[in-house]
């Protein structure tokens, strides 16, 4: 199996990280990489963290729910891609990226540097719903509070949508409905994923058979 990048974007809160737990829990191969955890872990371990001179600049960006320059994004994320690559994962899930053309051109520079195939994926939300969940994850963070929360979608609107309006119109980027149930909304990411990556006779994880 070629290995294969998988880039889920969408409004904050819409289920990325969700759907990226769950595809890597059902596949052995797979590793998920959350551009948002890691800046975050960047955060909180200061200058022992690998990323700390490549991310310390930007954390107040952060903290107020801007979205951070492309060039240090990128070179954190084909950092991280080339290791799990080398390390033999098959399906790498990157959780909120890319956030701008920018940032889909790196990911196509790293899938052919890698030979990995490039998958997008857009799980869509209503604001409402996000503003919901957002009050209801309650750990503690800077960018769950209604106002950054705001300047979060505000940036989705900018920078995120245009890309994902380029993708839907070439038919390059996976459609999936973040309002149903999170177990229904994976039966159908799994099935997309598996029919683009994975031979047609492997069976699907238990989970997905729910």
Do not use: C
């Not at 107020?64 to 290791?83: F, N, S, W």
């Not at 033999?88 to 899930?93: A, D, F, N, Q």
Request: proline content about 7%; charged content about 30%; cysteine-free.
């Amino acid at each position: 199996m070629q290995p294969t990048i998988l880039g889920i974007i969408g409004k904050p809160l819409a289920g990325k990280d969700t759907q990226a737990d769950l595809l890597v829990a059902a596949h052995p191969e797979a590793v998920k990489i959350s551009t948002g955890h890691i800046i975050r872990a960047v955060r909180e371990e200061g200058e022992t963290h690998r990323f700390w001179p490549v991310l310390e600049p930007y954390l107040p960006m952060m903290e107020q729910g801007l979205k951070l320059p492309d060039e240090p994004i990128l070179q954190m994320l084909g950092d991280v891609v080339r290791e799990q690559v080398a390390e033999g994962k098959k399906l790498i899930v990157i959780a909120g990226s890319p956030r701008s053309f920018e940032q889909l051109d790196g990911f196509r520079a790293i899938a052919e540097e890698t030979g990995s195939k490039l998958m997008l994926m857009h799980i869509d939300a209503t604001n409402q719903e996000t503003y919901r969940r957002s009050a209801l994850r309650n750990e503690g963070r800077i960018d769950d509070t209604p106002a950054v929360h705001a300047v979060r979608l505000a940036e989705y609107e900018t920078h995120v949508r245009p890309v994902y309006e380029a993708l839907q119109s070439s038919g390059a980027i996976i459609e999936i409905d973040g309002m149903r149930p999170v177990e229904e909304i994976f039966r159908r990411v799994e099935q997309e994923v598996r029919r683009r990556t994975y031979e047609p006779e492997t069976s699907l994880p238990a989970m997905a058979k729910r």
